[in-house]
């Protein structure tokens, strides 16, 4: 009995192992690889992968411990979109013909980028080998876009951009040559404060520090397809399957530019839901009033609700710079995933017979304090010279997406 308890026990713990190895072997096998977790053999030869970086005579694989995300950022899942006009072109254009699309994930900036961010970036700029007084004041915002000579609004070409009290209003009179140059030195001085932060070699690649999933993607300005497709927030409309039974006109529900609930948005029924021009010569309602906005130039760029996606001002308060060159007809070109106009190519500037279209200008959108509730609706477009710059037209920045850790 002794001799039969033994060989049963052997037998029976000598099966578990057996089971273990063989869920353990298919386990191997079939184990899904991530970014964060990639095994250690490749599936390909089954060679082992080294995680020495000291280590220059074997095939290295880095593990990506986070995903690299910047501040203030929010995140934008993509998928298909309807863009374009979905209310009547009063302006006769025509040139933003509905069309559906697909827009890849990425991140966008919860808010237009502020005074206070702007001047961050001079001063940063300022603290820079090589970099002359000169491109530093041609890096400023143009005051003079406050000047009128039949107003009094040349206070704010002395205090709107310089006034504490301002810091958190959308930063004015930029370019879209400049706001590149602010997206530029954004990526620059985000990566250099994620180096520092994380204590690597400074003699790093920027192709090394890509490698090793500590690099932030650039900032950038959104292209077109991309802003519209974030103001619309059409998550807000979404139901259980990929039916959208209303579209929307405005970043919101509804057909005006007041909220027609109750709770919904942090405000009360009725509230205006932006920033805007309400008709001629009225930028704010009467005082007292329980509809005036209470907003007469640009505002904190919190005052007024989120959309869906979490992005504050996408209708109102300020006109926003896109990438793309301005052309009536991109609809026709585009491309149906990840649209972008980088050039007139197939719509040649020569075809217009003015000078007023060419590679030089480029799309802004969105409405602003000085608009009528026309030019909120996320498809209308407007441009300018890329040079040019005015106090309604801000920025905000957007960064794409990549793999995260656990794909």
């Known amino acids: 009995m002794k001799l039969g308890n033994k060989k049963f026990h052997f037998s029976f713990f000598a099966g578990l192992a057996l089971l273990g190895f063989l869920f353990t072997s298919c386990g191997n096998q079939t184990s899904r690889r991530t970014a964060s ?243 001629r010569g009225d930028y704010a309602g009467i005082p007292g009033s329980v509809s005036n906005d209470g907003e007469i130039i640009p505002t904190n760029v919190y005052d007024f609700p989120a959309n869906d996606f979490g992005l504050y001002n996408m209708a109102g308060n300020m006109n926003e710079w896109v990438q793309d060159v301005y052309r009536p007809l991109s609809f026709q070109d585009f491309d149906d995933l990840n649209p972008l106009r980088k050039d007139g190519v197939y719509d040649d500037e020569d075809t217009y017979n003015t000078t007023l279209i060419d590679d030089n200008y480029r799309v802004y959108k969105g409405g602003s304090w000085r608009d009528v509730a026309y030019w909120l609706a996320p498809g209308t477009r407007r441009f300018m010279h890329q040079d040019s710059a005015s106090n309604h037209i801000g920025f905000r920045c957007a960064m794409i997406a990549v793999g995260g850790k656990d794909r």
């Open 37 to 279: 977790d990639p095994g250690g053999i490749s599936a390909s030869t089954g060679a082992r992968y080294s995680f020495d970086e000291e280590d220059s005579t074997s095939f290295q694989v880095f593990r990506l411990p986070r995903e690299v995300v910047g501040p203030r950022l929010v995140f934008i899942q993509g998928g298909r979109a309807v863009l374009g006009s979905q209310e009547q072109d009063i302006m006769g254009f025509r040139d933003n013909v509905e069309r559906t699309v697909t827009i890849a994930s990425f991140y966008m900036d919860e808010t237009e980028v502020t005074n206070v961010d702007y001047k961050e970036f001079l001063f940063n700029m300022a603290k820079r080998d090589g970099v002359s007084a000169d491109s530093i004041q041609k890096l400023e915002p143009n005051e003079k876009v406050w000047d009128g000579t039949m107003s009094y609004n040349d206070v704010y070409a002395t205090y709107y951009f310089r006034y504490p009290g301002f810091n958190f209003y959308p930063v004015a009179g930029v370019s879209w040559v400049q706001a590149n140059a602010y997206s530029k030195w954004r990526t620059a001085y985000v990566n250099e404060l994620e180096r520092e932060k994380n204590e690597l070699d400074s003699a790093l690649t920027q192709d090394q520090l890509i490698e090793r999933g500590s690099v932030f993607p650039d900032y950038r300005l959104p292209n077109e397809a991309e802003w519209e497709f974030a103001a619309k927030a059409m998550i807000g409309t979404q139901y259980m399957d990929e039916n959208q039974e209303n579209g929307r006109i405005y970043p919101w529900d509804g057909r005006g530019p007041r909220n027609p609930y109750n709770i919904k948005r942090k405000s009360r029924q009725g509230d205006f839901l932006a920033n805007f021009k309400r008709g």
